[in-house]
Structures are given as structure tokens and as C-alpha cells.
């Protein structure tokens, strides 16, 4: 009887200890505890489980929120009607950050050099040419009005030059061609502007200088004639032979009237400025080599009643247009920039 009590007090106090131990921590394949059971309406938080095996590293999951997108830029928040959307930045240096913003074209400086030794001459021209902001067929019209006279000037140096070859007797040093340029006006409308050019042959007694002019409507698209100017039918050409005579007889530089004749060839070159009208004379045409090129500006006012809508071009009060160098004197060419 005794020992059937003490076999079954052992076994009651067997079941109450097995009763008061905690159970063992199942661990799922990896060596990691199961994730808690997300609960409905709170956040989920970062894993507590470890590993078991010290020498396996953690995944921890991070949150969806942190996650960049492609490129490391967040994504851009979604649009509001009615109110205005940011400007989108380039993503590359240097890139404008408005690329549809208008311009207004320029006029830069371009510089022609060449050099032969049979025949021995070299180039060296300044000219202005425009860039942008104009559509390409008025930016191609004004270029090659100006490239296109200098080029023509050009092939007749080097036709001269030609004969050179002939000859029996020769020059150390070379012809030269050089040209530089001055700008009278330059606006978003109008531009007029004179190349000077200084050509020399060898062996001759000094260069012989020129001038070629150019004046161009930007909103036309198209060079300019003198008759432009004008009224249809009006006498203009008397009256700059008139006021042009009075001015050159007053410096006393007037040696050849035939040269101011009121005809279209007595004024080929000219250029606009909003004090007037400038005539310019080529050495030889109304005097000597000596007193150089002459010119002669008449203002717009002394000739009411021939102007082409009786006012003075339109696009001299325009807004500017940007210009590189409004002057560029004749220059003779750095040596190494020629062996270049």
C-alpha cells in the first residue's frame, strides 16, 4: 500500500514539473525564428530573429518606402490640376535648363588665312558672319552676301597673281590680301556694315585699299539696294550727288567729279547709321591715292520727300543684336599662326 502511494506521488510530481517547463523554441530550415503574424492596421517592423549559426548573415527586410528608383531619383509625385508642374532639371551637366527659349542670333568674328609659296602671297581676312537665331535661309542669305563679295575679291587677287608667273624676275617678300571689317549698325532688323580691304602685290609702290558694304534686312531675309532707300521714282540720285559734291568741295578733296556723278555706279558702297546715310569713295574715284577713302555722310533729314515711306529704314531703332566686335582694323597676320 506504501508503495503504491510513493509510485503515484512520483508520477504527480513528474506532471507538474512538466507543467511548470516552458516548451522548446522551434527554428524553421535557415536557422531563423518565424516572422510574427502581421497584425491588421499596424506597420511592420524589422525582424528580431538571429540566426543560429553565428556565420550566416541576417536579410533584413527594409521598408518599401526607402526603396530608390532607377537612376537614384525618387519618382515624381503625381500632378495637381490646376496647379503649375515643377520644371523638370537636365540630368546632364551643360545642358540648358530651358531649351526652348528664343534667341536672337549674333554676329561673330570669322577669320580666313591661307598662304602658297608659288605664288608667294597669304590671306588674312576678318569678316563678320551670323550665328543662330535667325531661320536658315536668312542666316545662309546674310552670310553669303558678305563671304560671297570677299571671296570674289579674293579670286580676283589671286587671278592677278597668276601672271606673276611669267615673269623672269621674282620678290622675296609675298603679295598680301587683308580685310577687316566695321560694323555702322546692328540691330535684330538691320545690320550694315563695310569690309575694308588692303591687297598688295609684289613689287608694287603700295597696297591698294577697298571697300565692299553690305546692308541687310533680318526681317526680310534679303540685302538691301540702295533704291531700297527710296521712293519709287525719286530723283535721289542728284541729290546725293549734290550734297555729296558740296562736302568733298568743302574738305578740297574733290579731284574727279566724274566720280560723284549722280549715277548707280557713283554709289555702290554705303552703309546705314541712325545719323544718316554714309557715302564712301574708293582711292581713285573722287581723289587721289593720297587722300585716301573718302566719306561722306548726309542725314536723313536732308532728304525728306525721297524716302521710301518718308521715314528713315525701318530696324535702325530696333533692339541690338549682339555683335562679337563692332570694329575690326586691318591686321597683318601672326608668322606662326600662318605655319600653323
Not at 609659296?117 to 546674310?142: D, I, K, M, W
Not at 609702290?205 to 521714282?233: I, W, Y
Request: charge should be negative; glycine fraction near 8%; proline fraction near 12%.
Amino acid at each position: 500500500m506504501i508503495k503504491l502511494r510513493f509510485v503515484l506521488g512520483l508520477i504527480l510530481l513528474g506532471w507538474l514539473t512538466a507543467c511548470a517547463l516552458p516548451l522548446p523554441a522551434v527554428t524553421e530550415p535557415g536557422g531563423l525564428r518565424p516572422l510574427p503574424e502581421p497584425v491588421e492596421g499596424q506597420p511592420t517592423g524589422q525582424p528580431t530573429g538571429q540566426p543560429t549559426d553565428p556565420g550566416q548573415p541576417t536579410d533584413p527586410v527594409q521598408p518599401t518606402a526607402s526603396v530608390p528608383e532607377t537612376g537614384g531619383l525618387r519618382p515624381l509625385p503625381e500632378p495637381v490640376e490646376g496647379q503649375p508642374t515643377e520644371p523638370v532639371q537636365p540630368t546632364e551637366p551643360g545642358q540648358p535648363t530651358d531649351p526652348g527659349q528664343p534667341t536672337h542670333g549674333s554676329l561673330l568674328l570669322r577669320t580666313l588665312t591661307e598662304e602658297q609659296q608659288r605664288p608667294n602671297y597669304y590671306v588674312f581676312s576678318n569678316y563678320p558672319y551670323l550665328a543662330e537665331g535667325y531661320s536658315a535661309e536668312t542666316t545662309f542669305a546674310f552670310n553669303q552676301a558678305v563671304e560671297g563679295q570677299l571671296l570674289q575679291a579674293l579670286a580676283l587677287f589671286k587671278v592677278d597673281l597668276a601672271s606673276l608667273r611669267g615673269e623672269r624676275f621674282g620678290f622675296s617678300h609675298p603679295s598680301t590680301f587683308l580685310s577687316g571689317y566695321q560694323i555702322h549698325t546692328a540691330t535684330r532688323s538691320l545690320v550694315s556694315l563695310e569690309m575694308d580691304l588692303s591687297v598688295y602685290r609684289a613689287g608694287a609702290a603700295h597696297p591698294l585699299p577697298s571697300t565692299l558694304t553690305v546692308t541687310f534686312s533680318l526681317e526680310s531675309g534679303q540685302p538691301l539696294a540702295l533704291a531700297d532707300l527710296f521712293a519709287p521714282g525719286a530723283a535721289y540720285l542728284d541729290r546725293l550727288s549734290e550734297l555729296a559734291t558740296g562736302q568733298l568741295r568743302e574738305r578740297g578733296t574733290l579731284l574727279l567729279d566724274e566720280g560723284i556723278a549722280p549715277t548707280a555706279e557713283s554709289f555702290q558702297n554705303w552703309v546705314v547709321n541712325p545719323h544718316g546715310l554714309t557715302l564712301i569713295f574708293d582711292v581713285y574715284q573722287v581723289s587721289a591715292y593720297a587722300a585716301g577713302v573718302q566719306r561722306v555722310t548726309i542725314p536723313f533729314d536732308q532728304l525728306t520727300g525721297l524716302l521710301a515711306d518718308g521715314a528713315p529704314p525701318p530696324g535702325l531703332t530696333a533692339e541690338p543684336l549682339t555683335v562679337e566686335r563692332m570694329l575690326m582694323p586691318i591686321q597683318s597676320p601672326d608668322p606662326a599662326l600662318l605655319e600653323a
